[in-house]
């Protein structure tokens, strides 16, 4: 069974078909069309984006979409993961896109299961939906992904976006640096650097949120000071290469990630994430329909 859970799960080759794939999407090139088949969204966590534009991509390719509804599922009556989900696929559904607090809970939870799955993140695991539509906004935008210089800012430890990330872009060629307080460095992945040394030799400068809920006790009280020691501010926004782009997934705290008012700047490309994670994620749909011979 092919499922996207984490980004080596993708070859090279594949992350790049499904870059091109969803430029030409973009482009206008007609998608696969399946009004015969059901998907299941599952979010166990909230989530505007990635559910919204998974369910968009979905029914552009005409696919029956069942939003699954945790308040009032049988979930609350302490059915598993794994019963849940293989009802799902009992009633039908034959593709589920999943979130879920916990990290790793494919391996924990779904040993065995019928059906495949798209890991719509994790908790601090990994979010490939989001690093595909990253990479192909990156490389839309420069037309390579070797050789560009990439920062990562703010709370990499708690990040999923970050994880799934820095590996990819590594492994595309890219240069990844990590900014931001020790408290949300994570050593596996490698050491914080200073914001404004690297600034002004950045393509990419990929800002995080954030991730109050995960913090457990590092919760930074002062987002002012956070702003003035990791944020882009207005000075450091100034610093940046005329060609460099300022990347967030969102959810953006205005005025601790980010300046207010830069979230629209001219080198912003948070909306057209937005918008490109409409045509990866129909990328990512078909890639598993067709793997699957659905
Ligand atoms: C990210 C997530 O949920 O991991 N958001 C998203 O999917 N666009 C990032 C975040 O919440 O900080």
Redesign the pocket.
């Known amino acids: 069974m092919i499922n996207l859970i984490r980004m080596s799960d993708l070859t090279t080759e594949q992350v790049y078909g499904l870059i091109h794939r969803a430029l030409a999407l973009k482009a206008g090139s007609p998608p696969l069309h399946r009004s015969d088949l059901f998907v299941s969204n599952l979010f166990f966590e909230h989530?505007t984006?990635?559910k919204h534009s998974f369910e968009v991509a979905e029914q552009k390719l005409g696919l029956r979409v069942i939003n699954f509804d945790t308040d009032t599922s049988s979930v609350n009556k302490g059915e598993s993961l794994y019963d849940t989900c293989q009802t799902m696929a009992a009633i039908g559904c034959q593709v589920l896109v999943i979130r879920h607090p916990k990290e790793n809970y494919y391996t924990d939870e779904l040993a065995g299961l019928t059906v495949p799955v798209i890991n719509g993140?994790d908790g601090s695991g990994e979010?490939p939906s989001?690093c595909l539509l990253d990479l192909m906004t990156i490389y839309e935008r420069f037309g390579r992904i070797e050789g560009l210089r990439v920062a990562i800012v703010g709370d990499i430890k708690h990040s999923?976006?970050a994880r799934s990330n820095y590996h990819t872009l590594k492994r595309l060629g890219a240069t990844v640096v990590f900014v931001g307080p020790e408290a949300f460095e994570d050593k596996t992945l490698g050491e914080m650097v200073d914001f404004d040394t690297v600034l002004p030799e950045l393509d990419v400068c990929m800002l995080?949120?954030l991730?109050h809920e995960r913090h457990f006790g590092t919760k930074l009280s002062d987002i002012t000071s956070y702003h003035q020691a990791y944020g882009l501010t207005l000075e450091r926004y100034k610093k940046l290469k005329q060609e460099a782009i300022v990347m967030h997934?969102?959810?953006v705290n205005r005025g601790a990630e980010i300046a207010s008012q830069l979230v629209e700047a001219d080198k912003s490309v948070i909306f057209e994430q937005m918008t490109n994670g409409v045509f990866m994620r129909q990328a990512i749909l078909e890639h598993i329909i067709t793997g699957n011979n659905l």
């Open positions: 989530s984006r990635t993140g979010h989001q999923r976006v995080l949120r991730q997934p969102a959810p």
